[in-house]
T-cell receptor
């Protein structure tokens, strides 16, 4: 069993719809959860990260973490064609000033927003 | 802020040759840099963790003699794929840790070995 599971999609939704992307994980030590957006043949771009359980909102993006269920979500409101990309979740047990934490990634979900 | 560059963005080489990929943090000093490999439709797999001035730490299954990593300064790390073979063809991505923050990723280097 992979430590982080993510449905690879592809997922296609019409412009303006609310998108829900999800990951599940098995390692209860994970405390920090990230969402990255990756355009084709580019490196991942950090969208947001959260610590422990709860919600975090940034513009049209909302990240949710439910540690009791080992389940995280990213919601995109008012989706735009420019949101079409692969979305990767990642997580780690800790963040330190020494920078030696290892991120464990999901496989990514390929999202297409249809105009 | 937090810009990470990689060079080259794309490289094609013959089997048996060596290829060097550079990773630079442009606007911050990175105590730690990471090297990942990504095969098509798969996630990023960590290859090694590189700390400035010390030897890299390789993940299990990654050959350190094949993938040479040098972290000569706080803004530069290099990955050299020695004696490359077609199975080494992949997308190589580095990231740099900005102290007090998190990792920021480079745009990646696509390596094709003929």
């Amino acid at each position: 069993q992979k430590e982080v599971e993510q449905d690879p999609g592809p997922l296609s939704v019409p412009e303006g719809a609310i998108v829900s992307l999800n990951c599940t994980y098995s390692n209860s030590a994970f405390q920090y959860f990230m969402w990255y957006r990756q355009y084709s043949r580019k490196g991942p771009e950090l969208l947001m990260y959260t610590y422990s359980s709860g919600n975090k909102e940034d513009g049209r993006f909302t990240a949710q973490v439910d540690k009791s269920s080992k389940y995280i979500s990213l919601f995109i409101r008012d989706s735009q064609p420019s949101d079409s990309a692969t979305y990767l979740c990642a997580m780690t047990p800790f963040l330190s000033n020494f920078g030696n934490e290892k991120l464990t990634f999901g496989t990514g979900t390929r999202l297409t927003i249809i105009p | 802020g937090a810009v990470v560059s990689q060079h080259p963005s794309r490289v094609i080489c013959k089997s048996g040759t060596s290829v060097k990929i550079e990773c630079r943090s442009l606007d911050f000093q990175a105590t730690t840099m990471f090297w990942y490999r990504q095969f098509p439709k798969q996630s990023l797999m960590l290859m090694a963790t590189s700390n400035e001035g010390s030897k890299a730490t390789y993940e299990q299954g990654v050959e350190k003699d094949k993938f040479l990593i040098n972290h000569a300064s706080l803004t530069l790390s290099t990955l050299t794929v020695t004696s490359a073979h077609p199975e080494d063809s992949s997308f190589y991505i580095c990231s740099a840790f900005r102290p007090g923050d998190t990792q920021y990723f480079g745009p990646g280097t696509r390596l094709t070995v003929l």
